[in-house]
């Protein structure tokens, strides 16, 4: 099947029914709104991250069958033993998604290196160790490996520096699988997430730059959507083993305009730091959502550095 750009509902059709998917970043948001789409379409769903109970609630609301396993994306050695856990107990799988993600917001300056160096790993190292331990799986059936990108892929924002760059570094990194893999029959999609409903995106609004950023966007640009909303358009990539996937649809729109964005984000963002606004803002460094929180204090060494 012939890769395609989508987001729209028009054409819309389900995800192979009975085939096994994995997704990265289950236990919640995103992640765990897509496993119940997906195991509602009929297919089999293989739930991975780091908090096991989350998982399993996750996975006591689906229809089909599944599978659970707490998994550390950095870890390569992990996810290699997952992918055989996966093909053991539910066979191979034809769709992966890398949907694990945290995000700290805050100055570069006043975030703890290797805090920094966490989201880059999770969000950039840990895509990279998923497509790794499944393309074997995926090249015998001729899968579909989907990473979820984001809008900070398209314009990078101040004060959310590690999040730009691993997201902006997974786009990278999917285009350049893609042409790696696309002779084996493996297709590979970017997902483009906009502004969902999740506990990461809750606390982007205490962020003053970014409260800013999107105080600036049209009303239909700032309209925050539900992960079930999301994952549908997800689930819809999937079926259709697409190149792209623009959640909400209209961001296809802004691939032209990827040039102009730059400019735009420097110009509020020296409005939002300029003397008067910098009280608070210039020294706060927060990890955004329940998620990020697990996954930091699973990784930090004793004694580490405990961002709020």
């Known amino acids: ?37 997906l195991s509602e379409a009929g297919m089999v769903v293989a739930l991975l991250g780091r908090e096991e109970a989350s998982l399993r609630a996750t996975a006591r609301t689906l229809p089909n069958r599944s599978l659970c396993i707490e998994a550390d994306v950095t870890d390569a050695a992990a996810l290699e033993d997952a992918a055989r856990q996966v093909e053991d107990v539910l066979g191979p799988a034809s769709a992966v998604v890398a949907n694990a993600g945290i995000a700290v917001g805050g100055p570069f300056a006043h975030t703890p290196a290797d805090l920094w160096q966490r989201v880059v790993d999770v969000n950039l190292t840990g895509s990279a160790n998923t497509a790794r331990a499944f393309l074997p799986q995926l090249t015998r059936t001729r899968g579909y490996f989907l990473q979820v990108a984001s809008t900070a892929a398209l314009g990078s924002a101040p004060m959310m520096s590690a999040y730009c760059a691993s997201k902006a570094g997974v786009e990278s990194f999917a285009l350049a699988l893609r042409s790696e893999v696309e002779p084996d029959g493996v297709a590979v999609g970017i997902a483009y997430v906009h502004w969902t409903g999740t506990d990461m995106t809750s606390g982007v609004d205490d962020l003053p730059v970014l409260r800013a950023l999107r105080r600036h966007q049209p009303g239909f640009a700032r309209r925050v959507r539900p992960p079930e909303e999301v994952a549908g358009w997800l689930a819809d990539g999937i079926a259709h083993r ?37 009280d608070g803002l210039t020294t706060e460094v927060d990890l955004l959502g329940a998620g990020g929180l697990a996954d930091w204090r699973a990784h930090r060494s004793p004694g580490g550095p405990e961002p709020r």
């Open 1 to 37: 099947m012939p890769s395609v750009t989508t987001g729209g509902r028009r054409g819309r059709r389900r995800p192979p029914r009975g085939r096994v998917a994995v997704v990265t970043g289950a236990a919640r948001g995103i992640g765990a709104a897509l496993t119940r789409n």
């Open 242 to 278: 697409s190149a792209a996937v623009y959640a909400p649809p209209w961001l296809r729109w802004c691939q032209p305009l990827r040039p102009l964005f730059p400019p735009i984000v420097a110009r509020i963002a020296r409005r939002e730091l300029s003397v008067p606004h910098r």
